[in-house]
């Protein structure tokens, strides 16, 4: 196994979708989830505890803590659901209980609860059974199991009477249902009729008194299981109706009518003074209780907008998942939806009495969505993320806080932290940005036009960094922002880059399987591994950066060395998704799709040997380790940042070979300087001014004091004075008071002497007479005795003489009853004889007569089931004919309505009518004294109607010439279009072959600039030998001063020997003559094809551009005439509407007729001709 090991330090996030995800354990101690662990936080000391889930697990659905704050119950789904209990006040929170539900397959437990006692735990199992089951958890027994509802309407939440550990509330959609245990079984004990409303939590109040908070924000009051009252969520006193029935149709009839507007209330919880619920987004209100079990709301808290977020209304319409109080009921802590916690101090809200407050964060603000980037630098304890969520946040892992946060219009798909840490790159939807990391703000300095970056890195020494567009990596300078290198290479999406430790290459991983590494000076590919059937995630260079670490969909973790796969880990059931090899080389850290993480040992093992942590809940996406090799940080689409301790197994931190020194500079924009110094300046001048005030008012108030202090002390003396002389008088008046009442005492005492010996003397004499009467009393009492002696045994004498005497008789008696009873036991069974025959007799009368009434009342059954059958035919026509009639009646009397609103329609209409008829008459009666005037006119009409035909004639030849000289000119306007169209075409077939030729001189282009490139090496190759040739020349005459020593002189020979020959031979054959010549004869040959393809572009270009000017001049004249024929068309169509509209006059002046109303309208069409 790997001797280095990671251990939980700390964590950033929130899991949501856990029921109840926040609880306290004390009253600086937190308990909510993260990942796939629950974490105890505590607010003061800014420290974490870890309680890991199971290995097995599919995720935490539900959290329940004891009343008592010590058992922690987590329920996680799976094939077979648990739930798992945690004693909080083990350090390592030791597991106490694994609870299941027995035979029934349960997948997942939806809530929980704890009994007042912590004896019991009940869980609701999820859909489709929906089984309440009752635990006597400690001895993992099932005490009970009951279905609540069914699949329509889901449970929500689950509770025990904090008063009572028998009776349990279970509440949902449409359900609310309170359950009592008893002789092991739970029973229902209330039916409340409640399928309209969707409940969303409840709490217990005292007694049997059930709040529950429904989706329409409402509040109602159950008693006992029955609903009885609703609470007025509004800030005025609260008004109960005390009518049951009338409440009911009340809340039904608001329910059937659902506002979408509605406020939520999606938690609930009681406190000593009242309760607190979530009253719509953001939004909790506490109710104070008042006498006659009222409750008044008091005070509304809110979640603050946040200043860094873009969207105002995000933080403000957060939804309340979860609330909780500390147990001394000092703070009131919340969980959200979009996986924050906030906290409120109770205390200083009621030192305040304010009406509104706001929610703090608890810790600081965590990711909502999945974490996409993560990146750390070297001068600085810094750590960098970006998520889709929008936002960038910069966190310092030494002190465990949020340094900065901002949230930005695009999500951010990667992000790389400058190693000084005061830049970082962010990897936008729309564009690459190179920020500013400033004192307070995160601020854009240079925009790169790079859409999408998955990834993307600095250099460890700063002056670069690499980019991922797609299937191609950009390399970028820092300091000048050229784009210096773009490595091609790639068919897939890239999808992990990283660095060399001395920058010199670059090693990435692609979707279509392929390794490259990359030289970062001249763009080539040093080496590449090619694996079609595997799509890489991540990728990584080993400590001494020889070889490459590299893990993708094939399920195994690979290390790649000179283009193989050197050591492969086998596959497991889980993918890897990124890798982190540690600085020392000892360990390689991997995480998985599921979200947890491995660590293999260094070399690679060729079995299954790797120690696995659970740390996420959803797929790892990236992870680093710190350049001080202490901490290794992993991201995951949960939304959490975890820290790991790296240490070895006996929990010592790893020793790093670098030293690394932390700066504190921070960087400021001039402008930001400026004014905080003017607003330093401006703050002293007012502090100058303040304290002059204030020394004045001290002077002031001195003075005043003083005074005051003169008057008092005079006040005081002058009653000291007063008090002294009144307490000398008060003195003598208590000494003469003391001499009297010594006189007054001691007279007392002696009359009380003489009393009692007077009470003495009457005493003795009186018990003397007492105890004389005592005496005969007793004396007396002895006679009495002896008398009542003597008459007792009278008495019993003659008792016992009268017993005999009573014996005799009614022994005497006893015989005579003896004989009278057997004779009338014989009496008594002659007449049962005769009973017999006669019952006998009788009932065979009975028979016949019950005979004969049976065949006479089947006779007429039969006769009766004939006349219903026929009545029953009868009937089912006379109902046909009914409902046909009722028909045929219902028709008749819609056409009788329809008939009424006729005749009123038509009534209406006659009256008009009328009223019109008498206006007509008046009009005709007009119109015949006007009729005389028009005749006289009309004779003139006509004369003006026959100079107007001969006009109508002489417009019609006019026009008819028109037309002819029209039509030629629009052949010469087709045929022109055409021509257009021709040339248009000519031009696109133009441009299609100059990008042709645009794309050729590029190719040779590129050709050149690969033969420069190879010219370059050779040239490079020369420069080599040359110094090799220097060396070999020093070397001799090095060797030839040892020529009179022949040991050394072989020596020497032999060092020159093996350090020359095998790279001189390497020379010569490098170096060979023909390869020169003919790589000379390419390259001029290559340079003749470039030089004639040049000639022949600007051949083309020349013709292109006067054919291009020859077409601009024909279509300046075309369209000059085209317009010209254009205003002369719009001129001839003007004149023939003129044309028109005089021969349509005259036509209606042909047709009019010689009445008077015909008349008025030549008039007017003449005029309109005029």
Not at 147 to 156: A, G, L
Not at 324 to 340: F, K, N, Y
Not at 1012 to 1029: A, F, P
Request: aromatic share 6%; proline share 2%.
């Amino acid at each position: 196994m790997a001797t280095v090991v990671a251990q939980s330090h700390f964590i950033f996030g929130l899991r949501t979708g856990v029921s109840n995800n926040l609880c306290f354990f004390d009253e600086q101690t937190v308990v909510f989830p993260c990942g796939n662990n629950c974490v105890c936080y505590n607010t003061v000391q800014r420290t974490q505890r870890f309680i890991q889930g199971s290995e097995k697990s599919k995720g935490m659905r539900a959290l329940a803590i004891s009343a008592n704050r010590r058992y922690l119950a987590v329920s996680e789904c799976g094939e077979r659901a648990t739930i798992t209990v945690f004693d909080l006040q083990h350090e390592q929170g030791r597991k106490r209980k694994v609870l299941t539900a027995g035979d029934t397959p349960v997948q997942e437990f939806v809530c929980m609860a704890f009994s007042p006692d912590s004896k019991y735990l009940i869980g609701q199992t999820g859909g489709p059974e929906w089984m309440l089951i009752f635990w006597l958890w400690e001895k993992q027994k099932v005490l009970a199991t009951v279905k609540t509802t069914n699949s329509n309407n889901p449970v929500i939440q689950v509770s025990f009477n904090p008063y009572n550990n028998t009776q349990l509330c279970v509440c949902g959609t449409g359900v609310f249902k309170l359950f009592r245990y008893t002789e092991g079984a739970l029973k229902q004990s209330s039916f409340a009729k409640v399928e309209s409303i969707n409940f969303l939590c409840h709490t217990w109040m005292k007694g049997e008194r059930v709040i529950a908070g429904t989706d329409t924000g409402r509040l109602l009051v159950f008693e006992s299981g029955d609903l009885r009252r609703e609470i007025s969520t509004a800030s005025k006193a609260v008004q109960e109706q005390s009518d049951r029935q009338f409440e009911m149709k009340k809340i039904k009839d608001a329910d059937m009518d659902k506002d979408p507007n509605a406020p939520r209330i999606t938690a609930i919880l009681s406190y000593s003074k009242g309760f607190a619920c979530s009253l719509g987004s953001g939004t909790v209100c506490l109710f104070e209780k008042q006498e006659e079990d009222n409750y008044r709301r008091i005070r509304e808290i809110r979640i603050p907008s946040d200043p860094y977020s873009s969207e105002l209304s995000l933080a403000e319409s957060q939804k309340i998942d979860t609330m909780c109080i500390s147990p001394a009921e000092e703070t009131l802590a919340i969980s959200t939806d979009r996986g924050q916690l906030y906290s409120c101090s109770l205390s200083s809200l009621e030192m305040n009495k304010e009406e509104h407050a706001h929610f703090e964060f608890l810790s600081q603000s965590f990711h909502s969505k999945s974490i996409t980037g993560l990146s750390v630098c070297i001068q600085k304890p810094l750590i960098a993320t970006c998520s889709l969520d929008h936002s960038v946040r910069i966190w310092n892992y030494e002190t465990k806080v949020l340094e900065l946060y901002k949230e930005f219009q695009e999500e951010a798909y990667s992000i790389a932290l400058h190693p000084t840490g005061l830049f970082i790159l962010v990897g936008f939807s729309d564009k690459l940005r190179l920020m500013n990391l400033l004192i307070d703000d995160i601020r854009t300095f240079k925009e790169f036009t790079v859409r999408g970056c998955r990834d993307c890195a600095f250099s460890h020494g700063g002056h670069m960094f690499a980019a991922v567009n797609g299937n191609v990596i950009h390399i970028y300078s820092v300091t000048s922002f050229e784009n210096i290198l773009s490595l091609k290479g790639h068919n897939g999406k890239v999808r992990g880059i990283e660095w060399s430790l001395d920058d010199s290459r670059l090693v990435s991983c692609g979707m279509e399987g392929a390794v490259y590494e990359w030289n970062t000076q001249s763009g080539k590919r040093v080496s590449e591994s090619v694996l079609n059937s595997c799509s890489y995630t991540d990728v990584a260079f080993s400590s001494d950066c020889k070889s490459i670490v590299a893990v993708g969909t094939d399920l195994k973790l690979k290390e790649i060395q000179d283009c193989q796969v050197l050591r492969e880990v086998p596959p497991d059931e889980e993918a890897h998704t990124a890798v982190a090899v540690s600085h020392s080389g000892r360990v390689v850290f991997t995480g998985t799709s599921s979200g947890t993480i491995r660590a293999v040992k260094y070399p690679l093992p060729l079995q299954k040997d790797w120690i696995m942590y659970q740390a996420h809940c959803g797929p790892v996406t990236k992870m680093v380790i710190t350049f001080d090799h202490q901490l290794l940080l992993t991201v995951s689409e949960d939304g959490c940042l975890l820290m790991w301790k790296i240490i070895d197994k006996e929990g010592r931190g790893l020793m790093s070979n670098r030293q690394i020194i932390h700066t504190e500079e921070i960087l400021v924009t001039k402008s930001d300087l400026e004014e905080k110094t003017q607003n330093m300046l401006e703050l002293k001048m007012r502090l100058e001014e303040l304290q002059m005030e204030n020394e004045y008012q001290l002077r002031l108030k001195d003075m005043n004091y003083n005074e005051k202090m003169k008057e008092l002390s005079d006040k005081f003396t002058q009653q000291i004075e007063s008090l002294k002389s009144h307490q000398q008088a008060m003195k003598i008046e208590m000494e003469k008071q003391e001499c009297e009442h010594q006189k007054s005492s001691a007279e007392v005492t002696l009359k009380h002497s003489k009393e009692l010996k007077d009470l003495e003397l009457s005493c003795s004499q009186k018990l003397m007479v007492e105890h004389e009467r005592y005496q005969d009393l007793q004396r007396k009492y002895e006679r009495m005795q002896e008398d009542y002696e003597m008459q007792l045994k009278a008495a019993e004498e003659s008792k016992v003489q009268g017993l005999k005497e009573q014996m005799q008789l009614y022994e005497a008696k006893l015989q005579e009853k003896i004989q009278l009873l057997a004779q009338c036991q014989e009496d008594a069974q002659q007449q049962i004889c005769d009973f017999k025959e006669i019952i006998k007799q009788v009932e065979q009368d009975e028979e016949r007569k019950i005979h004969d009434i049976q065949i006479k009342y089947e006779k007429k059954l039969h006769t009766e089931k004939e006349t219903n059958t026929n009545l029953k035919g009868e009937t089912s026509i006379m109902t046909q004919k009914y409902y046909s009639l009722q028909r045929q009646i219902d028709d008749r009397c819609t056409d009788i309505n329809k008939l009424k609103q006729e005749r009123q329609r038509l009534l209406g209409l006659i009256r008009s009518l009328e009223s019109d008829i008498e206006e007509l008459k008046r009009q005709i009666s007009g119109h015949e004294k006007t009729n005389q005037d028009k005749d006289k006119t009309i004779s003139s009409l006509k004369k003006k109607n026959q100079e107007l035909e001969k006009l109508r004639f002489v417009l019609d030849f006019q026009l008819n010439e028109l037309k002819k000289q029209t039509e030629p000119q629009q052949d010469d306007i087709n045929e022109k279009k055409e021509h257009i169209q021709k040339l248009e075409e000519e031009l696109v077939q133009i441009d299609k072959s100059n990008t042709q030729l645009r794309l050729t001189v590029s190719d040779l282009r590129l050709k050149v600039k690969a033969r420069n490139k190879e010219v370059h090496k050779e040239m490079q190759k020369v420069k080599d030998l040359e110094t090799h040739l220097q060396r070999l020349r020093s070397d001799l005459h090095n060797c030839v001063g040892f020529i009179q020593d022949p040991m050394k002189l072989r020596d020497s020979v032999q060092m020159i020997y093996s350090r020359y020959v095998s790279q001189a031979n390497g020379v010569e054959s490098s170096v060979d003559e023909d390869i020169q010549r003919a790589f000379c004869r390419q390259r001029d040959l290559l340079e003749r094809t470039v030089n004639s393809l040049k000639m022949r572009l600007a051949k083309s270009a020349e013709e292109h551009d006067r054919v291009y000017v020859k077409i601009m001049k024909e279509n300046v004249t075309l369209i000059s005439e085209i317009n010209e024929l254009r205003k002369e068309l719009l001129s001839e169509r003007t004149r023939v509407k003129e044309y028109k509209a005089q021969l349509a006059a005259i036509k209606k002046s042909n047709k009019s007729r010689p009445n008077s109303q015909d008349g008025a309208r030549k008039e007017q069409n003449h005029e309109q001709v005029n």
